[in-house]
C-alpha cells in the first residue's frame, strides 16, 4: 500500500491566521483525500482532490475556509483558512484503492495534521 | 443518511480478557463494511473489509464478524499492544460514496 508523509505534524496557531498542510504519497494516485477528526467526532471527509481539476467539496465544507491544490499525481496541499479555535483538529490525508472486492474502496491514511487554534 | 455507531466508547480489559466491539450501521445499499485499527498520532490502518452478511475475516488475535445491521469485532486473549482506538466505517453502493466513520471505541488492554 502507498506511503503518505504529512506535514507539518503538530502547529499551534493564532486566530486568524492560515496554516498549509502538506501531503506527499511515494506513489502516483487519483485520487487524494482530506479528513478532519475532531475531539471525540468521527471521521468527516472534507473534499476529495483530484489533479487537473476542481476538488469536490462534501456538505458543510467550502473552498473559502479549506481550500486545496493537487499539482500532480503524487502531493496535494490543504489550507485552513481563517482559523478559530472550532478549527483545532487532526486534519488527515488518505489515498484510497479498491480492495478487490465490489469495488470498495479501501483508505490509507497519512499519520496527520495536528493543529490547535489559540 | 449513513451512520455508524459503534460501542461502548471505551473498554478496559485484562491481558487475556476476551471481549467483543460492536459497529451498528444503516447504509442504503452497503458496498463494503471497515475495520480500522489508530494508535495515538498516527493515522487509522486498516484491518479488514467485510461486503455481507455471514462473511467473517481473522488477523491473530481478531475476528470481525457482519450481519445486517452490524459487525462485531472480536478480541481474543487479548495483549496490551492491543491498546488503540478501532474504528468502524461503510461505504454504500450508490455512486462512488465516501466512507462513514464511527466515533470509534478506545481499547485499553492492561498488563
Known amino acids: 500500500s502507498a506511503v503518505i508523509s504529512q506535514k507539518p505534524s503538530r502547529d499551534i496557531c493564532q486566530r486568524g491566521t492560515s496554516l498549509t498542510i502538506q501531503c506527499q504519497v511515494d506513489s502516483q494516485v487519483t485520487m487524494m483525500f482530506w479528513y478532519r477528526q475532531q475531539p471525540g467526532q468521527s471521521l468527516t471527509l472534507i473534499a476529495t482532490?483530484?489533479?487537473?481539476?476542481?476538488?469536490?467539496?462534501e456538505s458543510g465544507f467550502v473552498i473559502d475556509k479549506f481550500p486545496i491544490s493537487r499539482p500532480n499525481l503524487t502531493f496535494s496541499t490543504l489550507t485552513v483558512s481563517n482559523m478559530s479555535p472550532e478549527d483545532s483538529s487532526i486534519y488527515l490525508c488518505?489515498?484510497?484503492?479498491?480492495?478487490?472486492?465490489?469495488?470498495?474502496?479501501?483508505?490509507?491514511f497519512g499519520a496527520g495534521s495536528r493543529l490547535t487554534v489559540l | 443518511e449513513d451512520q455508524v455507531t459503534q460501542s461502548p466508547e471505551a473498554l478496559r480489559l485484562q491481558e487475556g480478557e476476551s471481549s467483543s466491539l460492536n459497529c451498528s450501521y444503516t447504509?442504503?445499499?452497503?458496498?463494503?463494511l471497515f475495520w480500522y485499527r489508530q494508535d495515538p498520532g498516527k493515522g487509522p490502518e486498516f484491518l479488514f473489509t467485510l461486503y455481507s452478511a455471514g462473511e467473517e475475516k481473522e488477523k491473530e488475535r481478531l475476528k470481525a464478524t457482519l450481519t445486517k445491521k452490524e459487525s462485531f469485532l472480536h478480541i481474543t486473549a487479548p495483549k496490551p499492544e492491543d491498546s488503540a482506538t478501532y474504528l468502524c466505517?461503510?461505504?454504500?453502493?450508490?455512486?462512488?460514496?465516501?466512507?462513514?466513520f464511527g466515533k470509534g471505541t478506545r481499547l485499553s488492554v492492561i498488563a
Open positions: 488518505s489515498v484510497g484503492g479498491a480492495s478487490g472486492g465490489a469495488g470498495a474502496n479501501v483508505l490509507t
Open positions: 482532490a483530484n489533479q487537473g481539476s476542481e476538488a469536490t467539496y
Open positions: 466505517a461503510v461505504q454504500a453502493k450508490s455512486g462512488n460514496t465516501p466512507l462513514v
Open positions: 447504509v442504503s445499499g452497503l458496498r463494503g
